[in-house]
């Protein structure tokens, strides 16, 4: 019976990533595909419409899913948690379990995202790269997994949703390659021909640069800001009760 809710539990937390991270594509996609159609001949507001539709999609999926998978949508992320807890066999292999939902959600969202302004499914053709471009990939995806690593570590994840969502909104608009910051996310985007595509030959070098990234935002995180010993915790609230209740 222990297996078998075990069991229940990873699959639950994969559906919702499976499901997050496809709505957060779908809100990437479909707001990039609807910005070029609305404002076609001003790149700047087709920017700003699909960052802050991004933005408020991806706060408002952190809330709904926090409480069933901790809202990773993104593999990194996923990874960096999974390295902080404790070795085993099954950690890893839930990791990769949702890790995989992820990917196929990513794909699932992007499609879906076609599907729904009725463009045709195809690879797509907008070429990303460059040593800047690359270098941005590592500093954003750095600043988000620092920015949660920040939360989690001071016990301020109920702050996650609007910080994340507020970041990658402003990153958008700091980095010169608007900010994937997602393994999954870039992987579905090369699946939608349209504003917000990548091409399959620009994909692996943004792969790498996130890789770098959230390594690099994971040791910042444990370096700045000093998880709280429990037992500290345990020592301090004990002699306060002893001060206050001779």
Same mark, same amino acid.
């Given at each position: 019976?222990?297996?078998?809710?075990?069991?229940?539990?990873?699959?639950?937390?994969?559906?919702?990533?499976?499901?997050?991270?496809? *709505?957060?594509?779908?809100?990437?996609?479909? +707001?990039?595909?609807?910005? @070029?159609?609305? @404002?076609? +001949?001003?790149?700047?507001?087709?920017?700003?419409?699909?960052?802050? /539709?991004?933005?408020?999609?991806?706060?408002?999926?952190?809330?709904? =899913?926090?409480? !069933?998978? &901790?809202?990773?949508?993104?593999? !990194?992320?996923?990874? !960096?948690?999974?390295?902080?807890?404790?070795?085993?066999?099954?950690?890893?292999?839930?990791?990769?379990?949702?890790?995989?939902?992820?990917?196929?959600?990513?794909?699932?969202?992007?499609? $879906? /995202?076609?599907?729904?302004?009725?463009?045709?499914?195809?690879?797509?053709?907008?070429?990303?790269?460059?040593?800047?471009?690359?270098?941005?990939?590592?500093?954003?995806?750095? &600043? $988000?997994?620092?920015?949660?690593?920040?939360?989690?570590?001071?016990?301020?994840?109920?702050?996650?949703?609007?910080?994340?969502?507020?970041?990658?909104?402003?990153?958008?608009?700091?980095? +010169?390659?608007? @900010?994937?910051?997602?393994?999954?996310?870039?992987?579905?985007?090369?699946?939608?021909?349209?504003?917000?595509?990548? /091409?399959?030959?620009?994909?692996? %070098? =943004?792969?790498?640069?996130?890789?770098?990234?959230?390594?690099? &935002?994971?040791?910042?995180?444990?370096?700045? =800001?000093?998880? %709280?010993? %429990? +037992? @500290?915790?345990?020592?301090? *609230?004990?002699?306060?009760?002893?001060?206050?209740? %001779?």
């Amino acid at each position: 019976m222990h297996l078998i809710n075990s069991l229940r539990a990873v699959l639950r937390v994969a559906a919702a990533e499976f499901i997050g991270t496809g *709505a957060l594509v779908l809100a990437v996609v479909g +707001s990039g595909i609807a910005a @070029s159609r609305l @404002s076609p +001949s001003d790149a700047g507001l087709q920017l700003l419409e699909n960052s802050v /539709a991004t933005a408020l999609a991806l706060a408002v999926l952190i809330l709904v =899913f926090a409480p !069933v998978s &901790g809202a990773h949508f993104n593999p !990194v992320v996923t990874a !960096v948690d999974a390295i902080g807890a404790p070795r085993t066999w099954a950690g890893a292999g839930r990791a990769l379990l949702v890790i995989g939902a992820q990917i196929i959600g990513a794909i699932g969202g992007a499609l $879906l /995202a076609n599907a729904l302004f009725e463009v045709p499914a195809a690879l797509s053709t907008t070429e990303r790269g460059g040593a800047g471009v690359w270098l941005a990939e590592v500093v954003a995806t750095a &600043g $988000l997994v620092l920015v949660i690593g920040a939360l989690v570590r001071t016990g301020r994840t109920a702050h996650a949703p609007w910080a994340v969502g507020a970041y990658i909104g402003a990153a958008y608009w700091f980095t +010169s390659s608007t @900010s994937f910051a997602n393994p999954a996310v870039t992987i579905g985007r090369m699946f939608s021909d349209t504003f917000a595509g990548i /091409a399959p030959t620009s994909v692996l %070098p =943004f792969l790498a640069a996130q890789i770098v990234g959230a390594a690099t &935002g994971a040791l910042l995180a444990r370096l700045l =800001f000093v998880q %709280p010993d %429990p +037992s @500290s915790a345990t020592m301090r *609230a004990d002699g306060l009760a002893s001060q206050t209740h %001779p």
